[in-house]
T-cell receptor, first 114, second 116 residues
Framework: DAGITQSPRHKVTETGTPVTLRCHQTENHRYMYWYRQDPGHGLRLIHYSYGVKDTDKGEVSDGYSVSRSKTEDFLLTLESATSSQTSVYFC?????????????FGPGTRLTVL | AQTVTQSQPEMSVQEAETVTLSCTYDTSESNYYLFWYKQPPSRQMILVIRQEAYKQQNATENRFSVNFQKAAKSFSLKISDSQLGDTAMYFCAFMNTTSGTYKYIFGTGTRLKVLA
């Protein structure tokens, strides 16, 4: 599993509250990603990071921000959660080069916004 | 922009039979990778097989093989001797190697049920 953990694993929150999801890796990989998974949409990229303090937007970045202050942690923040952000969120790392660009995924976080 | 299309939302197959899942993609790039991921009910994403676009030979991994047709931009997954443990969502994914970001684009998935 490339040493990827996500916290929390489940969260229920109310509309308008801030939420932060954490992704932690233990193997010093440079590239990290946040996806959301919704029925009928597959996995869609929210934000990604290519190094400490280096981040960029994915295809569904509105309403989300990220931070990466150290290699091992990649945080996803919903500044003011909305019901449309109810989803399963996956963190992934890319082992570019050595493993032919394979991405390894964390176990996912199920977020419900009431 | 690249896109990945999986046109079969759901499929079923009898145990021990063979099933093929379809995936098509659109890109103007020549260097890329294609992947099939499996997501069982546990929700964990598991890599099934990968294909480098520059390789003409189709990838195989035990009971899993692909039919990669680069000109047709098609990348289907064949599962032979289907087992109950193959029941899962299957996602096709595309990665452009020239961008340097290693971002994936996923299809919408095919839910496969293996029947006893």
């Amino acid at each position: 599993d490339a040493g990827i953990t996500q916290s929390p694993r489940h969260k229920v929150t109310e509309t308008g509250t801030p939420v932060t999801l954490r992704c932690h890796q233990t193997e010093n990989h440079r590239y990290m990603y946040w996806y959301r998974q919704d029925p009928g949409h597959g996995l869609r990229l929210i934000h990604y990071s290519y190094g400490v303090k280096d981040t960029d937007k994915g295809e569904v970045s509105d309403g989300y921000s990220v931070s990466r202050s150290k290699t091992e942690d990649f945080l996803l923040t919903l500044e003011s959660a909305t019901s449309s952000q109810t989803s399963v969120y996956f963190c992934a790392i890319s082992v570019a080069g050595t493993r032919k660009n394979e991405q390894f995924f964390g176990p996912g976080t199920r977020l419900t916004v009431l | 922009a690249q896109t990945v299309t999986q046109s079969q939302p759901e499929m079923s197959v009898q145990e021990a039979e063979t099933v093929t899942l379809s995936c098509t993609y659109d890109t103007s790039e020549s260097n890329y990778y294609l992947f099939w991921y499996k997501q069982p009910p546990s929700r964990q994403m598991i890599l099934v097989i990968r294909q480098e676009a520059y390789k003409q030979q189709n990838a195989t991994e035990n009971r899993f093989s692909v039919n990669f047709q680069k000109a047709a931009k098609s990348f289907s997954l064949k599962i032979s001797d289907s087992q109950l443990g193959d029941t899962a969502m299957y996602f096709c994914a595309f990665m452009n190697t020239t961008s340097g970001t290693y971002k994936y684009i996923f299809g919408t998935g095919t839910r496969l049920k293996v029947l006893a």
